[in-house]
């Protein structure tokens, strides 16, 4: 912000840079310092009398002047044809009353030329153009000071000070310093008397924080140098003994007028003194890009693909062109910046290769952000189709990320204390899942099979899962040579079923709740089954019958009468044999083949042989739940859907004590369910050495797996984060609300209660995520997506209900019935209030 506008009149070199680097200066329109390149954040000044030309206005606001000071005869040609913003109307005292509403609404500021610099009058006049910034130009030759500038800061005012009253020299009658004048309104809060300072690269990296006096700001705006104030040792030129100097562009003020930001071009090694830019982290973004590509020029090795683009100007071109259509054709968010950041490399090469920089780049487009004149914006005509072409399709086809089929398979790594709330917040999204474009997908299939039944099932089996059936449905007793599987994998099931039955088992009592709330008044709650639930039990890229268990064993200890299990068939027509024999296991009424959301429809709506079911469970792909979505918000089909889903997803918390070769297990154990799987490596304090060992351990396992193509697909999109302690693990954790959550941490048990959200923890070296799918005890289908913030896994109650009643005494009524019959009145329900008075009416004849 700035705490007083200077009004350049005469040429004086020296002094105008040194104005240059505190804000916005008043440029004479008649003078040759303004055209044709303004310095940054400059005014126009027009002075009465010349005459109107609406036309240069907008060529000087075009070249990117920022705001013009305009006579009132320029204003009212120019209002409505100028943005107001860009318009500050030039006013003599005594021509305020002549000035009209719609001049005062088509302007965003006022320079009013006064004798005085009383603050009261100049406040009044203020009022009359409420919502307006002020400028104040005294016309006398006596020197402002800097309590002038205090005084008209405390009402909102700006003063504006002709060059021939400012100095670089010691403040005068005459004339004013420049850093004086510049530091009038600054305050500081600190017993000595220094102002906390911000220094930041051109781009608006911050460099570090030092502190600033009087003495060092006002060098450092006539030297052009950063100088600042040690604490410890006075002034301090930096750069001075270290060669690391620094070019300042702009001194700027905060919001509070106590502390300052310097914009500097820094030289040498880097601000920091451990050789680096900043004092914060190392840079990243477009500024390290720039950094690379700068070096890479200087000095890149023969043969290396950034010297191929910088020695083959028509390779880099088709690149840029390449990676500019591969973007157009991106429809996804993950695809569109995967795509972009293609480009800009490119782009940003090419910028380097002619002597571009990043703060170039974001010069030329405040300098388009300020034009007022604009091309129509068409597409050139090598750029457009023929209007009798074809028609383009109302949605492109997906673009598939490119994913290197060789080298390293490895995550992407952010540190936590480096990254912004908005980076943070970037890490905790999961891959956009677009419900509506979904549910509009699905609705035909789910209307089909609502509409013609088994009909429609079967073409959609045949269609989609490639299967010629003549039925869909398989009820018991399920023959034996449909289940007939190896004997280690059924000894496997058996104790598996074991272990989940007793755990289920465990979570419910029986008995009924009881409370008498007050004498004779009882209440109770008494749990049912839900009396027809539907599993659905994907096929896919993996066969699960641990997911049949994991469904079909609290169904069986709920005591659901009807268990309706989907699941697809394989191309024979058949279900997998060991899918079949946990079918047996928990006593499923009717095994329907059939899978996606012609599967959900059937069970929410019913066929003429698949029974309507309540509530669906169960995973799937986007097609399965999105059909979820649709049938339950629909009365028609008056069934229930255990949580929204989303693709697998585990988070691994690892200190000093992980075993990398278990954490990569554990993240590989989720990331080979599907590429889209999400996978979060949450990296406590470990050494380069020790994550180095992780990265090696994912790379060497997942190359030895048979879904290593699924892995390398979905590693490539996964993160590992830095953190620097377990409570910022957690924190981050419990934000990410993953759908498993390993802890390979020292005592690790003793971090589970600060666990708030997730599907399923799993604490310590030897408690593989795999066990919880299997054969632990607890269940594997838990909320993913972030849901483990409102939604538990599936269990024991999800398949129950709860009924209340209540019984109340004679007695009982007496003492509640008032009560009810005085809430009831103020509602306005009489005859909620008469079923209680005509049995206290009752009573009292008894």
């Known amino acids: 912000m700035a705490t007083f506008l200077p009004l350049i009149t005469e040429e004086n070199p020296t002094l105008f840079q040194a104005l240059d680097r505190i804000g916005p200066i008043i440029l004479d329109a008649q003078q040759s310092v303004p055209l044709p390149h303004p310095p940054q954040h400059s005014y126009l000044f027009v002075k009465p009398g010349t005459p109107v030309d609406v036309d240069a206005l907008a060529s000087w606001l075009d070249e990117g002047i920022e705001k013009v000071i305009l006579p009132l005869s320029w204003a009212k040609e120019c209002i409505g044809s100028i943005p107001s913003e860009r318009l500050i109307l030039l006013l003599e005292i005594s021509g305020v009353s002549a000035v009209s509403e719609n001049v005062r609404n088509g302007v965003s500021g006022l320079l009013l030329k006064t004798p005085s610099l009383d603050v009261n009058f100049i406040s009044s006049i203020s009022k009359f153009f409420a919502g307006s910034a002020i400028y104040v130009l005294s016309t006398v030759d006596s020197s402002p000071t800097p309590s002038n500038i205090r005084e008209l800061k405390s009402i909102g005012a700006t003063l504006v000070i002709p060059d021939l009253q400012l100095s670089l020299g010691p403040t005068s009658d005459a004339k004013i310093n420049i850093g004086d004048a510049f530091l009038a309104p600054v305050i500081s809060d600190r017993s000595d008397g220094l102002f906390p300072t911000v220094v930041s690269s051109q781009t608006g990296q911050s460099l570090g924080l030092v502190y600033s006096s009087r003495q060092s700001v006002k060098e450092s705006i006539a030297s052009g140098k950063g100088v600042y104030q040690s604490r410890k040792h006075g002034l301090w030129r930096k750069g001075e003994t270290s060669g690391a100097t620094q070019d300042v562009l702009r001194i700027r003020l905060d919001c509070d007028s106590d502390s300052l930001e310097f914009r500097v071009i820094q030289h040498g090694a880097g601000f920091c003194h451990l050789n680096r830019q900043s004092c914060f982290s190392e840079i990243s973004g477009l500024p390290a890009l720039e950094s690379t590509l700068k070096s890479r020029l200087a000095s890149a090795p023969e043969g290396s693909y950034t010297k191929r683009l910088f020695s083959d100007p028509e390779l880099l071109k088709s690149k840029i062109m390449e990676e500019a259509d591969e973007l157009c054709q991106a429809t996804t968010k993950e695809d569109v910046a995967f795509e972009a950041a293609d480009l800009f490399y490119f782009a940003l090469t090419k910028c380097i290769a002619s002597g571009v920089r990043v703060v170039d780049i974001e010069k030329a487009l405040d300098k388009k952000a300020k034009r007022v004149t604009r091309r129509p914006g068409n597409a050139k005509s090598q750029w457009t189709k023929p209007t009798t072409a074809t028609p383009p399709p109302t949605s492109a086809p997906p673009v598939e990320k490119k994913v290197a089929k060789d080298g390293p398979i490895r995550m ?435």
């Open 412 to 846: 992407r790594t952010s540190d936590l204390s480096t990254t912004t709330p908005e980076e943070r917040a970037q890490l905790l999204r999961r891959p956009v899942l677009r419900s509506d474009e979904m549910i509009t997908k699905v609705k035909p299939i789910v209307d089909a099979v609502r509409q013609r039944g088994d009909a429609a099932l079967l073409e959609f089996t045949a269609k989609f899962d490639r299967a010629q059936l003549a039925s869909t449905v398989v009820f018991p007793p399920f023959a034996p040579e449909t289940m007939r599987i190896d004997p280690e994998v059924q000894k496997a099931i058996d104790v598996a079923y074991a272990n989940i039955y007793k755990f289920h088992a465990a979570q419910t009592t029986g008995e009924a709740l009881v409370v008498e709330t007050m004498p004779g008044v009882v209440c109770s709650r008494f749990a049912r089954p839900i009396a027809r639930v539907g599993l659905y039990v994907p096929g896919g890229t993996a066969i699960l019958p641990s997911t049949a268990l994991m469904l079909g064993i609290p169904a069986q200890v709920a005591g659901c009468k009807e268990i309706v299990l989907a699941t697809p068939p394989r191309a024979d027509g058949s279900i997998s044999p060991e899918v079949m024999y946990v079918a047996h296991l928990v006593g499923a009424s009717a095994i329907l083949k059939a899978g996606g959301a012609q599967a959900v429809a059937a069970m929410a709506y019913g066929t003429e042989t698949v029974p309507k079911v309540d509530k669906i469970f169960g995973p799937g792909n986007q097609w399965v739940t999105a059909a979820k979505m649709l049938v339950q918000n629909d009365t028609d089909a008056l069934v229930s859907i255990d949580m929204p889903a989303g693709p697998s997803e585990v988070l691994v918390i690892a200190d000093h004590t992980a075993n990398p070769a278990f954490v990569a297990a554990d993240l590989l154990s989720q990331a080979e369910h599907g590429v889209d799987s999400q996978v979060v490596l949450v990296a406590v304090a470990l050494t380069p050495e020790h994550l180095g060992a992780i990265e090696k351990e994912v790379d060497d396992q997942a190359n030895a797996l048979s879904r290593v193509e699924i892995v390398r697909e979905s590693i490539s999109k996964s993160i590992i984060v830095k953190v620097a302690t377990v409570e910022d693990a957690i924190a981050f954790s419990n934000d990410y609300a993953p759908e498993h959550l390993i802890l390979h941490l020292e005592n690790a048990s003793q971090k589970v209660p600060s666990v708030e959200n997730a599907g399923s923890v799993f604490v310590g070296p030897y408690t593989p995520e795999s066990c919880g799918d299997y054969a632990s005890g607890t269940n594997h289908t838990l909320p993913t997506n972030g849901y483990a913030r409102q939604f538990s896994g599936v269990n024991t109650l999800s398949f129950q209900k709860h009924i209340t009643s209540q019984e109340i005494t004679a007695a009982g009524l007496g003492g509640l019935g008032p009560v009810v019959a005085t809430l009831a009145d103020c509602e306005g329900l009489q005859a909620h209030a008469n079923a209680v008075r005509i049995r206290l009416r009752d009573t009292s004849k008894q």
